[in-house]
T-cell receptor, first 112, second 115 residues
Framework: GNSVTQMEGPVTLSEEAFLTINCTYT??????LFWYVQYPGEGLQLLLKATKADDKGSNKGFEATYRKETTSFHLEKGSVQVSDSAVYFC???????????FGKGTKLTVNP | DTEVTQTPKHLVMGMTNKKSLKCEQHMGHRAMYWYKQKAKKPPELMFV???????INESVPSRFSPECPNSSLLNLHLHALQPEDSALYLC??????????????FGPGTRLTVT
């Protein structure tokens, strides 16, 4: 079946540091890939997505590239802010499936 | 309007109570979802409604009863819950269930505490 593996957290960084959160997936065919962010006490918000190989999703300074050869969708940001502190979920869905498959989530804390 | 709304924001109920959670979207989406999220875990799918019909029930106990009265509304009726049912309950919607490129839009959730 389909699955998503994320790097274990928590991740603690200083403001303006570089962020990478690794995400790899297992799926048959060509899934769509997503990063969702959950701020404390809130629901999930879509951060970015990519729907085919070599697509790059980007939003709010975050980027992730759909790499089919390595089955990866790593999240990066060049300079994190305190306001980026949240839990980040990598997820996939596949055509014909009603289900969104989540990774376990990575908690990011950014200190001033 | 790209918002999914959920009420109430917080709910405390006893094990003998009956209560309902409500979810609403006005984006014209025809698929709606209920998820349960425990602390420090990803959301777990409970139910999927597609075109107002229940299409997935992930073996959820019968003390949770979903209802989709119309294409904009989704309810979750709660009865005789257990303390382990305490969690954040999230509603989500997407244009069509199974659309390969469509993200799910999540509401802010209802924080449920069962005493």
């Amino acid at each position: 079946g389909n699955s998503v593996t994320q790097m274990e957290g928590p991740v603690t960084l200083s403001e303006e540091a570089f962020l990478t959160i690794n995400c790899t997936y297992t799926a048959t065919g060509y899934p769509s890939l997503f990063w969702y962010v959950q701020y404390p006490g809130e629901g999930l918000q879509l951060l970015l997505k990519a729907t085919k190989a070599d697509d790059k999703g980007s939003n709010k300074g975050f980027e992730a590239t759909y790499r089919k050869e390595t089955t990866s969708f790593h999240l990066e940001k060049g300079s994190v802010q305190v306001s980026d502190s949240a839990v980040y979920f990598c997820a996939l869905t596949q055509g014909g499936s009603e289900k969104l498959v989540f990774g376990k989530g990575t908690k990011l804390t950014v200190n001033p | 309007d790209t918002e999914v709304t959920q009420t109430p924001k917080h709910l405390v109920m006893g094990m003998t109570n009956k209560k309902s959670l409500k979810c609403e979207q006005h984006m014209g989406h025809r698929a709606m979802y209920w998820y349960k999220q425990k602390a420090k875990k990803p959301p777990e799918l409970m139910f999927v409604y597609s075109y107002e019909k229940l299409s997935i029930n992930e073996s959820v106990p019968s003390r949770f009863s979903p209802e989709c009265p119309n294409s904009s509304l989704l309810n979750l009726h709660l009865h005789a819950l257990q303390p382990e049912d305490s969690a954040l309950y999230l509603c989500a919607s997407t244009p069509v269930a199974g659309g390969p490129m469509d993200e799910q839009y999540f509401g802010p959730g209802t924080r449920l505490t069962v005493t």
